[in-house]
């Protein structure tokens, strides 16, 4: 029975670790069509930021993959999933209306082929392909007279405990 927990335990292991290493390599090409396709410059795209999210009854340190920035102004925040983009739209969308005091105006989610591209403001979706990511010049176009907007206050509590309920999540089980 024990070298049946013993198998079980390393297949779970092995496939943790390829979900990692398949993740790694989702941020890297990220990364590359950021910086080579899309051309943000290496100091306006930020790389696993943290920040400090305070709820009622505690406080937190969240991350996430990319954060591109326009000047002085957040403008997306990307988290790259090796699996169901879908499950992670909402926390996006959360991170980008909670973690500043304004709004970050788009958020994506993307397998590095499919994405979520969310205009956080509205709600809507804006695009759904890795290739419909704005490029710097859109973005600069964009951020042309922004309005830093904060979170609503009714929502912003039910906003940071989506985040916080999904960093649960997030973690892996590989040491």
């Known amino acids: 029975m024990e070298d049946?927990?013993?198998?079980?335990?390393?297949?779970?292991?092995?496939?943790?670790?390829?979900?990692?290493?398949?993740l790694d390599g989702i941020k890297l090409f990220i990364?590359?069509?950021?910086?080579?396709?899309?051309k943000f410059k290496v100091d306006e795209i930020l790389i696993?930021?943290?920040?400090?999210?305070?709820?009622?009854?505690?406080?937190?340190?969240?991350s996430i993959d990319f954060l591109l920035t326009i000047g002085e102004n957040s403008f997306m925040v990307i988290k790259c999933s090796s699996s169901a983009i879908e499950s992670w739209e909402r926390y996006v969308t959360a991170f980008a209306r909670s973690v500043k005091d304004y709004q970050i105006p788009y958020?994506?989610?993307?397998?590095?082929?499919n994405a979520k591209i969310i205009n956080v403001i509205k709600g809507t979706i804006v695009g759904e392909s890795i290739d419909n990511c704005f490029t710097r010049e859109q973005a600069i176009e964009l951020m042309n007279g922004f309005q830093r907007v904060p979170c609503p206050e009714n929502r912003l509590e039910k906003e940071k405990r989506i985040i916080y309920a999904f960093e649960g999540i997030k973690c892996p089980t590989v040491k």
Do not use: H, S, Y
């Not at 990364?31 to 899309?38: A, H, V």
């Not at 930021?49 to 937190?60: D, G, N, R, V, Y």
């Open 31 to 38: 990364w590359e069509k950021l910086r080579n396709e899309k």
């Open 4 to 22: 049946r927990e013993k198998l079980i335990k390393e297949k779970i292991n092995e496939e943790e670790e390829k979900e990692i290493l398949q």
């Open 107 to 113: 958020a994506m989610v993307t397998d590095g082929k």
């Open 48 to 62: 696993d930021p943290k920040f400090k999210i305070k709820l009622t009854e505690c406080e937190a340190t969240v």
